[in-house]
């Protein structure tokens, strides 16, 4: 679908990628504490998390269960870090959980779950659900006569999920045009590249062939994804909506942007402040 209509102001691209630079940053603080992690989906999913919770979403950050929020679903729970770093940033978790990150008793394990973590909608640690827990909510939120919406944040991985297809189907079989789904398609899963375990292109038409509104995008272009954003929560049709990101593990921190085999990296003791003055290079903050 065509996005090239709506105007994208320079003072919130701004603010998007100072919130975006934030996100990385608390990413890599969390990663400094155990030494290692998905730190590399984290880079490549911030600026997605940042046009999401700084753009679109409804939230009180002192009150995450208010009944009308939107919700976020995180469905790839080992993304966590990546959701807990945009939380911190939308003032929803404190920022000196980062020190207890991963550890026995921290309200932010090392995968999502909805009972530790405030605004954690879901746990998601077994893949392929959290669309079909979408459907379920945004149904129900319908049936409520709410106009909350309802993302699902998943991954390329979870494609080769039949239940996310059957969730698919669903979704517009009952018009839920409160759902939006953004798949984060970094071709990368646990043992290969994404692409070479099972293909999925053509992927926007396949979405479209299920009856979704589908938009594709490069997920580490803020102002791509403003316009995707706004044309998906803007639309009047009766279609859930999908906006696809092509995004790079590691974004914004060249020496893990290289690294081989990504899906959890190891990153030694003296490499992580080297990778925390990379971001700042790559953002010009001194
Ligand atoms: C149902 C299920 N099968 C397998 C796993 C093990 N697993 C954890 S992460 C992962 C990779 C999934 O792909 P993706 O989310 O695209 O990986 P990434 O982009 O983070 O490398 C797998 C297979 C799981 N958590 N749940
Ligand atoms: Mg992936």
Redesign the pocket.
């Known amino acids: 679908m065509s996005v090239a209509a709506s105007r994208v102001e320079p003072e919130d691209l701004e603010k998007l990628k100072r919130h975006a630079y934030r996100i990385r940053r608390h990413a890599l603080l969390m990663g400094e504490v155990q030494g290692q992690g998905?730190v590399g989906?984290a880079l490549g999913v911030a600026d997605v998390l940042a046009v999401a919770y700084f753009r679109h979403l409804r939230y009180r950050a002192d009150d995450p269960e208010w009944e009308e929020r939107d919700r976020f679903l995180l469905s790839?729970?080992?993304?966590a870090i990546a959701l807990y770093a945009a939380l911190i940033e939308a003032g929803i978790v404190a920022e000196d959980e980062i020190e207890n990150y991963g550890s026995d008793h921290s309200i932010l394990p090392m995968s999502g779950m909805a009972t530790y973590t405030p605004g954690m909608e879901i746990t998601g640690?077994?893949?392929?659900h959290g669309l079909g827990i979408g459907v379920g909510m945004a149904l129900g939120l319908k049936r409520k006569a709410r106009d909350s919406f309802v993302y699902n944040l998943l991954?390329?991985?979870?494609l080769n999920?039949g239940s996310t297809w059957e969730a698919v189907a669903s979704a517009s079989h009952w018009k839920l045009n409160n759902l939006i789904a953004i798949v984060?398609v970094?071709d990368?899963?646990?043992d290969d590249k994404?692409s070479t375990v099972l293909s999925y292109e053509p992927i926007t038409d396949r979405w479209a062939a299920f009856g979704w509104e589908a938009w594709r995008v490069d997920g580490n272009d803020l102002e791509a994804l403003v316009r995707a954003f706004d044309a998906a929560v803007g639309s009047q049709s009766d279609k859930p909506r999908v906006i696809i990101c092509d995004t790079l593990m590691g974004r914004g921190v060249p020496l893990l942007e290289t690294r081989e085999k990504t899906?959890f990296i190891r990153v030694d003791e003296n490499e992580w402040s080297l990778a925390l003055a990379q971001l700042d290079d790559v953002y010009g903050i001194k």
């Open positions: 998905y989906q790839i729970g080992h993304y640690g077994s893949l392929g991954s390329d991985g979870e999920e984060d970094n990368q899963q646990a994404s899906h």
